[in-house]
């Protein structure tokens, strides 16, 4: 079954950097988009950024753009978030998703059109 495990979170000091990632298995790597995700207490899921098969193709939320990186080594079956410059309301929890779709809904992070998900790593930002 398709699995997806998240690592790479922690704490941060503002303007720190972390780089998560996301193993896959249990299916094709390079059919699927691959998306972050994440969830602040007391918020709504949110999409981050997300990518399809096609490495020209990333969506990055307005919030984090220029400061996060996502990239995929479909060798390895992973994906990564580099977060620099990170801020205090970047503190939440990030997940990795996956979708066999290719369409616009994956590719602009549309949280409904992600079908698996991993368990989440915490990333905290704090002085």
């Known amino acids: 079954q398709v699995q997806l495990v998240e690592s790479g979170g922690g704490l941060v000091q503002p303007g720190g950097s972390l780089r998560l990632s996301c193993a896959g298995s249990?299916?094709?790597?390079?059919?699927?988009?691959i998306g972050w995700f994440r969830q602040a207490p007391g918020k709504e899921r949110e999409g981050v950024s997300c990518?399809?098969?096609?490495?020209?193709?990333?969506y990055y939320a307005t919030s984090v753009k220029g400061r996060f990186t996502i990239s995929r080594d479909n060798a390895k079956n992973t994906v990564y978030l580099q977060m620099d410059n990170l801020k205090p309301e970047d503190t939440a929890v990030y997940y990795c998703?996956?979708?066999?779709?290719?369409?616009?809904?994956?590719?602009?992070?549309?949280?409904?059109?992600?079908?698996?998900w991993g368990q989440g790593t915490q990333v905290t930002v704090s002085s």
């Open positions: 249990g299916f094709t790597w390079d059919d699927y988009a």
């Open positions: 998703a996956a979708d066999p779709r290719i369409t616009i809904v994956q590719a602009i992070c549309v949280m409904s059109g992600y079908d698996y």
């Open positions: 990518m399809s098969t096609s490495h020209d193709n990333k």
